[in-house]
C-alpha cells in the first residue's frame, strides 16, 4: 500500500518501521504476558534473525546462539507480563540476550577455562553452502571485538537503523558509527588479505 | 573487496542458518515470573542509587541521615542531571536538576544572548522554561512558516532519563508551535556524553555542543564533509545539504520526516530530483547528489519491495546508493548512481 502510494506520487502515510528493522510493537509484550499464542508467534517471526544475529555476534557459534535465542524468547514469555514500556522494544530482548550469554560464560568459565573452550569452539558454519560466505562470517567473529561484531550484525545482516542499535546497546550514535566503519574496513583488508574475490 | 559484498555475504551465510526452535518452543511450559531477575531486569534506572544501609545505632543512623539528606538535597537541587542544548540560529543551553528544575540557563552565541537576559528560569520546570524560551523565539521573529527547524540535543548520563525528557520536550515545542500554526521540524537527539573534542570544536565555531555533535555525526556518515563547510551552515541548511548529499539522516537523528516532506519549499526541487533520476539526464552544472529520498523512489519504483538498508557508498571514485529490497519472495540488490540515478545495478534474487 506504501509502495502504491509513493509511486503515485501521493503523500505516503508516514513509515514508522523505517527500512528492514523488526519494528516491535510493545503491546505485543502485553498480549504475550496475558498468554496471546499468537502474539508469540508474532514476536517471534519479527525479531529471529535480528536475535540470532545479535546472539551471534555474543557466543560466536551456531550452537550458542541458537540455544540463546530459543532462551531468550523463553524469558520473554516469562517476564512480558512485567515489562514496563520505555519505547525500546528491542533494547530490552536484546538485553535479556546478553545477560543469558554473559550467564553462560560465568557457567562455562567455571567448569573450564571459559576463553580457551570458547575459542577452541569449532566455529560450525557448515550449513553456509558457499565457502566465501562462509569464510565471511568466520572472519567477522574472529577477528572483529565485541562490540563490533554485535553493531556489524545488527546493521549487515539484521538492518537495524545506526540509531537504534545505538539506543538498544546503550552505545553513543557516534560510537556505533565509527565502530561500525571501522570494523568493515578490518574485515575488508582481511579479507582482501586472505584473497576473497569480490563477488560470487 | 566492497564493503556491500561483505554485508552480502554475511547476511547470506547468517539467512543461512537453520532456525528451527519455534515450534519447539511455543508449547514449551514457562512459569510466570513474579518479579524480574538480573536477566530480565530493565535497565535499572540510576534513580535509586540513594544508599539503604540499616542504621548501625540511633547516633549513627541520626548523623548519616543529616548527612544523606543534605548530601540528598544538594544532589536533587544543584548538580545538573539533564543539559539541553536548543539550536535554532541562536543556541541555548538549559541546565536542569533531577527534579527537572531548571538550574542554569545559558547563550552558547551571540544571537542567544539577548532571549537568555528575558527569561526568569529560577524555580520553574524544564517544559516551562522551553516553552517560554519558544514564545520569544517566535516574538522575535527566530521561527515562523518559513524558519521552523529546530535541533533538540538532550544530554543525560542515564539514556532512558534523556530519552524521556526529549520526548516530553518535543512535545512542548510541538505543542506551543502548533498553537501559532507553525509545524515545526525538530531534530532530536539523545547524548549520554560528548567528548572534549566536541566540546572543543564547538567553542570553536562558536555553536552548542549538541549541534556539533550532529556535525561530527554527519561526517561519520559521508567523510567527504568538513567541519569548517558545516558549522557555517543553517540547520536548515543542514538538512538541505545532507539531502543533496544523499545521507541517511534518519541513521543520526530521529525526526517526524512528513513534517518537512509536507510543508516545505524543499518539495519541488525533490520531485524535480526525481524526473531526473528516472530518466538520467545530463548532470547539472554543480553536481549534486541526487538525495537518499530520491534513491529511496527509485528503488521503490523498480520492485514491489520494501526496503531494508540504504548507503552512500564509494567505489574507485564513483559514488553510489546501494539498497537492498525484500518482498514478495524476492530479494532485491539495486545500485543508484548518486550524482545521475542512473540503475548501475539490479539484481533479483529469490527469498529463501
Request: glycine share 14%; aromatic share 6%; no cysteine.
Given at each position: 500500500m506504501i509502495l502504491f502510494a509513493q509511486v503515485l506520487g501521493e503523500p505516503a502515510p508516514p513509515d514508522r518501521s523505517k527500512p528492514g528493522q523488526p519494528k516491535i510493537d510493545e503491546t505485543l509484550f502485553f498480549r504475550i504476558g496475558a498468554g496471546d499464542k499468537d502474539a508469540f508467534e508474532e514476536f517471534y517471526r519479527l525479531t529471529e534473525r535480528t536475535l540470532y544475529a545479535y546472539s551471534l555476534s555474543l557466543v560466536h557459534n551456531h550452537h550458542d546462539a541458537l540455544d540463546i535465542l530459543q532462551e531468550t524468547c523463553l524469558k520473554v514469555r516469562a517476564a512480558a507480563h512485567l515489562y514496563e514500556p520505555r519505547g525500546k522494544p528491542l533494547a530490552w530482548v536484546l538485553t535479556i540476550a546478553k545477560n543469558l550469554a554473559y550467564s553462560k560464560f560465568r557457567r562455562d568459565s567455571r567448569m573450564v577455562d571459559g576463553e580457551s573452550l570458547r575459542m577452541e569452539d569449532s566455529l560450525d558454519f557448515s550449513y553456509v553452502e558457499d565457502p566465501e560466505d562462509r569464510m565471511v562470517l568466520e572472519s567477522a567473529l574472529t577477528i572483529l571485538t565485541e562490540e563490533e561484531r554485535a553493531v556489524v550484525l545488527l546493521h549487515a545482516v539484521a538492518g537495524v537503523r545506526h540509531r537504534e542499535v545505538a539506543q538498544s546497546l546503550g552505545k553513543p550514535l557516534s560510537t556505533v558509527l565509527s565502530k561500525y566503519y571501522r570494523a568493515l574496513k578490518k574485515l575488508r583488508q582481511h579479507l582482501e588479505e586472505r584473497g576473497v574475490p569480490d563477488e560470487k | 573487496m566492497k564493503n556491500r559484498t561483505i554485508k552480502e555475504r554475511l547476511r547470506r551465510a547468517v539467512q543461512a542458518a537453520p532456525l528451527d526452535v519455534f515450534d519447539k518452543m511455543k508449547d514449551m511450559p514457562v512459569e510466570r515470573m513474579e518479579v524480574h531477575d538480573a536477566i530480565t531486569r530493565?535497565?535499572?534506572?540510576?534513580?535509586?542509587?540513594a544508599s539503604r544501609s540499616k542504621p548501625l545505632g540511633m547516633s549513627v543512623a541520626a548523623a548519616s541521615l543529616a548527612l544523606a539528606f543534605s548530601l540528598g538535597w544538594f544532589l536533587q537541587y544543584r548538580t545538573v542531571d539533564t543539559l539541553v542544548y536548543l539550536d535554532l540560529n541562536p543556541s541555548i543551553q538549559l541546565a536542569a536538576n533531577r527534579r527537572d528544575q531548571v538550574i542554569g540557563l545559558e547563550a552558547l552565541n551571540g544571537e542567544g544572548a539577548r532571549l537568555v537576559e528575558r527569561v526568569e528560569y529560577r524555580r520553574k520546570t524544564l517544559a516551562q522554561v522551553t516553552g517560554e524560551l519558544l514564545d520569544i523565539l517566535l516574538l522575535e521573529g527566530w521561527i515562523d512558516s518559513d524558519n521552523h527547524t529546530l535541533l533538540l540535543s538532550v544530554r543525560n548520563k542515564d539514556q532512558a532519563r534523556g530519552e524521556e525528557r526529549t520526548k516530553a520536550l518535543n512535545q512542548v515545542i510541538g505543542g506551543v508551535l502548533r498553537e501559532n500554526r507553525i509545524d515545526p521540524v525538530v531534530l532530536r537527539q539523545t547524548m549520554v556524553e560528548e567528548s572534549d573534542t566536541v566540546r572543543e570544536f564547538a567553542r570553536t565555531y562558536g555553536v552548542s555542543p549538541g549541534r556539533m555533535t550532529f556535525i561530527r555525526n554527519l561526517i561519520l556518515l559521508d567523510p567527504e564533509l568538513a567541519v569548517e563547510e558545516l558549522a557555517g551552515l543553517s540547520l536548515e541548511g543542514l538538512l538541505r545539504l545532507s539531502k543533496e548529499q544523499g545521507l541517511d539522516i534518519h541513521s543520526i537523528v530521529e525526526w517526524d520526516e512528513e513534517e518537512w516532506d509536507g510543508s516545505d519549499s524543499d518539495r519541488d526541487e525533490d520531485d524535480s530530483d526525481d524526473g531526473s533520476a528516472g530518466a538520467p539526464g545530463p548532470a547539472p552544472a554543480a553536481p549534486q547528489r541526487i538525495g537518499a529520498e530520491a534513491a529511496r523512489r527509485i528503488a521503490l519504483g523498480l520492485a514491489d519491495a520494501r526496503i531494508v538498508d540504504l548507503e552512500l557508498e564509494e567505489d574507485d571514485g564513483v559514488w553510489y546508493y546501494e539498497i537492498d529490497m525484500e518482498g514478495g519472495g524476492f530479494e532485491y540488490e539495486i545500485e543508484i548512481h548518486?550524482?545521475?540515478?542512473?540503475?548501475?545495478k539490479f539484481e533479483k534474487e529469490e527469498d529463501d
Open positions: - | 530493565q535497565e535499572p534506572g540510576k534513580r535509586k542509587r548518486a550524482y545521475t540515478g542512473e540503475v548501475l
